[in-house]
């Protein structure tokens, strides 16, 4: 509801500076926070997730997304996306804006907030960056394994989220008076999961190793909602 009211009223992103190009929405979505009055705390750059609860299990992850532009995929250099971590529940906001603005004030052209789970529902990996050392002619080189996650939007897995404030919770969630389910979301566990991977210096080839997965066809659930009044009259999709 502070998020669509905000989005309603006209709350515009600030951009600080021609530099500031990540931080500008998040800076948006913590002015809503601020509305709420819920105590919170807020991470250093580069750390996970964006934001935290003090009082209650929640963190959230925030992603602005210029418009037109990239929007089916982000990139996630720290923590590969999950709905749980560190004993919280953990929530990824995800907002457009116009890409291709010379003003320093500009609108939330839409948003969507997702659990975790949505995005993928594995809890007990731990991302960590090892590195190698003896690289070189000399040997005296280290190699640095710096993962880089590249995950799929809610936009890149949805269909009628478009200039919308969007909602998706897991299906075992308690509904909200205030909301109105646009939309009944399943996701399948795949078949295989990738569980290593080695490269060749010589001939620069990644090679991918994969096991059976001991969950597949799994179903997981989720409702897509939005606040009543502003739903725009079409269902929430999966597009594949």
Same mark, same amino acid.
């Given at each position: 509801?502070?998020?669509?009211?905000?989005?309603?009223?006209?709350?515009?992103?600030?951009?600080?500076? !021609?530099? &500031?190009?990540?931080?500008?929405?998040?800076?948006?979505?913590?002015?809503?926070?601020?509305?709420? #009055?819920?105590?919170?705390?807020?991470? %250093?750059?580069?750390?996970?997730?964006?934001?935290?609860?003090? #009082?209650?299990?929640?963190?959230?992850?925030?992603?602005?997304?210029?418009?037109?532009? !990239?929007?089916?995929?982000?990139?996630?250099?720290?923590?590969?996306?999950?709905?749980?971590?560190?004993?919280?529940?953990?929530?990824?906001?995800?907002?457009?804006?116009?890409?291709?603005? *010379?003003?320093?004030?500009?609108?939330?052209?839409?948003?969507?907030?997702?659990?975790?789970?949505?995005?993928?529902?594995?809890?007990?990996? /731990?991302?960590?960056?090892?590195?190698?050392?003896?690289?070189?002619?000399?040997? &005296?080189?280290?190699?640095?394994?710096?993962?880089?996650?590249? *995950?799929?939007?809610?936009?890149?897995?949805? !269909?009628?989220?478009?200039?919308?404030?969007?909602?998706?919770?897991?299906?075992?969630?308690?509904?909200?008076?205030?909301?109105?389910?646009?939309?009944?979301?399943?996701?399948?566990?795949? &078949?295989?999961?990738? /569980?290593?991977?080695?490269? &060749?210096?010589?001939?620069?080839?990644?090679?991918?190793?994969?096991?059976?997965?001991?969950?597949?066809?799994? *179903?997981?659930?989720?409702?897509?909602?939005? /606040?009543? %009044?502003?739903?725009?009259?079409?269902? /929430?999709?999966?597009?594949?």
């Amino acid at each position: 509801m502070i998020c669509q009211n905000a989005v309603v009223r006209g709350e515009l992103i600030n951009r600080s500076s !021609r530099q &500031d190009k990540e931080f500008h929405f998040q800076n948006w979505f913590e002015s809503r926070l601020k509305e709420t #009055q819920i105590p919170y705390d807020k991470s %250093g750059r580069n750390s996970y997730p964006d934001f935290t609860l003090v #009082q209650n299990p929640e963190g959230y992850e925030v992603k602005g997304l210029g418009w037109p532009g !990239r929007e089916s995929s982000y990139d996630s250099n720290s923590q590969v996306p999950s709905g749980y971590h560190n004993g919280r529940s953990i929530y990824y906001v995800f907002g457009r804006y116009p890409s291709a603005q *010379a003003e320093d004030e500009y609108p939330v052209i839409d948003l969507v907030m997702c659990h975790g789970d949505f995005l993928n529902a594995e809890r007990e990996y /731990v991302h960590q960056n090892k590195n190698c050392k003896g690289f070189g002619s000399y040997g &005296d080189i280290t190699i640095r394994d710096r993962k880089m996650y590249v *995950a799929p939007t809610p936009y890149g897995l949805l !269909r009628g989220t478009d200039r919308q404030i969007t909602l998706i919770l897991p299906d075992n969630y308690p509904p909200d008076p205030r909301l109105e389910a646009v939309g009944e979301l399943t996701r399948i566990e795949t &078949d295989r999961l990738l /569980v290593g991977y080695s490269f &060749d210096l010589t001939t620069n080839q990644l090679i991918p190793q994969y096991v059976a997965n001991p969950s597949a066809g799994n *179903a997981h659930k989720f409702v897509a909602y939005q /606040v009543k %009044g502003y739903t725009g009259g079409s269902q /929430v999709t999966l597009k594949n």
